[in-house]
């Protein structure tokens, strides 16, 4: 009788495991279902190629810096990164907040790379950002600046995420509106980086223009960024088209907000290809203004 009771005690307990098992099978496939509509990090719900509404711009910029005025950038409206880790590209510059690297005179910006021994480098120089006093989301980007001379310099005029919603980079993208290297002195370039567009995987998008005076005279470059592409302009010839795709935060992470930067690299990777001309510094590239127009809505 006791053998008898525990085969059936043992034959229930096997069949409410079962029923156990197919209760939560069927829990899961409704969880999974009702889940399926809604986008992981950085996925768009509506992979639809957006329609170009033939975007413009205000007239009257809502946020820029003339520079009309002596000493140190204007603090309301530019920040600095500090430091002499390589920046990611391997470059040979301490970047300072001193004066002698980012000076306002004479209605212009000047930052300088100089050549002397800051913290565990040989050059020091300045990054200007504006991150968390100009951030923008679309619009009309426009700097005009004169470039540094000489093999080894690496100026450019770009933006970056301010808040790195879909990751580090380049998951959360890059702008660059302009970049040089002295060593390929015509050659003035713009850029974008992404998670599927990007240089370490040899994949990024770039357009660029051959000016010979871009050291020598101030030129216009510029910046029209809506939801459907990113438009780049040297002296108001388009040189660079980026479609947004419609796909995923892969492809076009620019529908977050972005800052400015403003800086002069040494060396590095892509600076320092050639190797770097020490009798040319103190380098410096001189900006004139900076413009940001609001895109205005359809």
Request: charged share 20%; glycine share 10%; net charge negative.
């Given at each position: 009788?006791?053998?008898?009771?525990?085969?059936?005690?043992?034959?229930?307990?096997?069949?409410?495991?079962?029923?156990?098992?197919?209760?939560?099978?069927?829990?899961?496939?409704?969880?999974?279902?009702?889940?399926?509509?809604?986008?992981?990090?950085?996925?768009?719900?509506?992979?639809?190629?957006?329609?170009?509404?033939?975007?413009?711009?205000?007239?009257?910029?809502?946020?820029?810096?003339?520079?009309?005025?002596?000493?140190?950038?204007?603090?309301?409206?530019?920040?600095?990164?500090?430091?002499?880790?390589?920046?990611?590209?391997n470059e040979l510059q301490h970047y300072t907040n001193d004066i002698k690297n980012a000076k306002v005179?004479?209605?212009?910006?000047?930052?300088?790379?100089?050549?002397?021994?800051?913290?565990?480098?040989?050059?020091?120089?300045?990054?200007?950002?504006?991150?968390?006093?100009?951030?923008?989301?679309?619009?009309?980007?426009?700097?005009?600046?004169?470039?540094?001379?000489?093999?080894?310099?690496?100026?450019?005029?770009?933006?970056?995420?301010?808040?790195?919603?879909?990751?580090?980079?380049?998951?959360?993208?890059?702008?660059?509106?302009?970049?040089?290297?002295?060593?390929?002195?015509?050659?003035?370039?713009?850029?974008?980086?992404?998670?599927?567009?990007?240089?370490?995987?040899?994949?990024?998008k770039s357009g660029g223009k051959n000016i010979p005076t871009a050291m020598t005279d101030f030129h216009?470059?510029?910046?029209?960024?809506?939801?459907?592409?990113?438009?780049?302009?040297?002296?108001?010839?388009?040189?660079?088209?980026?479609?947004?795709?419609?796909?995923?935060?892969?492809?076009?992470?620019?529908?977050?907000?972005?800052?400015?930067?403003?800086?002069?690299?040494?060396?590095?990777?892509?600076?320092?290809?050639?190797?770097?001309?020490?009798?040319?510094?103190?380098?410096?590239?001189?900006?004139?203004?900076?413009?940001?127009?609001?895109?205005?809505?359809?």
């Amino acid at each position: 009788m006791a053998t008898c009771m525990l085969a059936i005690d043992e034959n229930n307990l096997f069949i409410q495991i079962q029923k156990m098992r197919i209760y939560a099978l069927i829990i899961l496939t409704f969880l999974t279902s009702s889940c399926s509509t809604s986008s992981p990090r950085g996925t768009s719900a509506d992979t639809q190629v957006p329609i170009d509404k033939n975007w413009t711009f205000e007239n009257s910029p809502h946020w820029s810096d003339e520079f009309n005025y002596l000493g140190k950038p204007d603090s309301s409206k530019w920040g600095y990164d500090l430091g002499g880790d390589g920046w990611g590209n391997n470059e040979l510059q301490h970047y300072t907040n001193d004066i002698k690297n980012a000076k306002v005179e004479n209605g212009q910006l000047h930052i300088t790379a100089i050549k002397e021994k800051t913290g565990e480098r040989d050059y020091s120089s300045a990054r200007l950002i504006s991150k968390n006093k100009g951030d923008f989301l679309y619009g009309r980007i426009e700097v005009r600046a004169k470039l540094p001379v000489g093999r080894g310099t690496w100026p450019a005029i770009w933006m970056l995420s301010t808040d790195w919603e879909y990751g580090g980079w380049p998951e959360s993208g890059e702008i660059d509106i302009m970049e040089h290297v002295g060593y390929d002195p015509n050659n003035v370039l713009s850029s974008i980086h992404t998670k599927a567009y990007n240089h370490g995987i040899g994949t990024q998008k770039s357009g660029g223009k051959n000016i010979p005076t871009a050291m020598t005279d101030f030129h216009d470059y510029r910046l029209d960024w809506t939801p459907k592409a990113i438009r780049c302009y040297f002296d108001n010839e388009l040189i660079f088209t980026f479609i947004n795709e419609g796909k995923t935060f892969a492809e076009w992470p620019f529908d977050k907000r972005f800052h400015l930067l403003l800086n002069l690299a040494v060396g590095g990777n892509w600076g320092g290809a050639k190797g770097v001309d020490e009798t040319i510094f103190p380098a410096t590239m001189v900006v004139d203004h900076v413009r940001v127009y609001k895109m205005i809505e359809q």
